[in-house]
Antibody, heavy 120, light 109 residues
Framework: ELQLVESGGGLVKPGGSLRLSCAAS????????MTWVRQAPGEGLEWVGH??????????DYAAPTEGRFTISRDDSRNTLYLQMDSLKTEDTAMYYC???????????WGQGTLVTVSS | EIVLTQSPATLSLSPGERATLSCGAS???????LAWYQQKPGLAPRLLMF???TRATGIPDRFSGSGSGTHFTLTISRLEPEDFAVYYC??????????FGQGTRLEIK
């Protein structure tokens, strides 16, 4: 079964750090471009960034609000995607989803999300 | 950065009616790489359409997508009760960031 499961969310103070994980199963993770999307409470979807497969270079790209503070990485041996979040701000409070798209299978796969709350 | 503007913000219709949702881009979307997602309260989004007009696996054929360049449309031909949700467009054609529109809320009239 295709599945993405996020973990690592929680309450953190402004200026703090948190690392989110996204465990993948049911597909060849190493071939997938993986994306992080977030959604602040009551707001719309915001693209956070993505990481390419290693065969496509393995580079990560970021949205402007998170560049320099967030780092996306992957461990293909563990089928796991990561989002390291540093220098957190109150405006980073959101549900964080991981996502991938299978062009050949014509489907998208989302995790259930993990909630990050940045508050003093 | 490409800015996507969705209209209307809210659409009030009855089951059985036709829904037309629009997504306008501030610049041309490369290869018409535009996706539509549906999101219901408390749930993750669900991919409906990709490449502007290709339905994702398992999506009913009452959903269709069209458009090119800077103007795209999602049409639901005959609304079912389960279609009332929030819909987002997203472009992934140019260099990142792969921006989303602000969403259209489809509500029961």
């Amino acid at each position: 079964e295709l599945q993405l499961v996020e973990s690592g969310g929680g309450l953190v103070k402004p200026g703090g750090s948190l690392r989110l994980s996204c465990a993948a199963s049911g597909f060849t993770f190493s071939n997938a471009w993986m994306t992080w999307v977030r959604q602040a409470p009551g707001e719309g979807l915001e693209w956070v960034g993505h990481i390419k497969s290693k065969t496509d270079g393995g580079a990560a790209d970021y949205a402007a609000p998170t560049e320099g503070r967030f780092t996306i990485s992957r461990d293909d041996s563990r089928n796991t995607l990561y989002l390291q979040m540093d220098s957190l701000k109150t405006e980073d409070t959101a549900m964080y989803y991981c996502y991938t798209f299978f062009r050949g299978g014509q489907q998208g796969l989302w995790g259930q999300g993990t909630l990050v709350t940045v508050s003093s | 950065e490409i800015v996507l503007t969705q209209s209307p913000a809210t659409l009030s219709l009855s089951p059985g009616e036709r829904a037309t949702l629009s997504c306008g881009a501030s610049q041309s979307v490369t290869y018409n790489y535009l996706a539509w997602y549906q999101q219901k309260p408390g749930l993750a989004p669900r991919l409906l359409m990709f490449d502007a007009s290709t339905r994702a696996t398992g999506i009913p054929d009452r959903f269709s997508g069209s458009g090119s360049g800077t103007h795209f449309t999602l049409t639901i031909s005959r609304l079912e009760p389960e279609d009332f949700a929030v819909y987002y467009c997203q472009q992934y054609g140019s260099s990142p960031p792969y921006t989303f529109g602000q969403g259209t809320r489809l509500e029961i009239k």
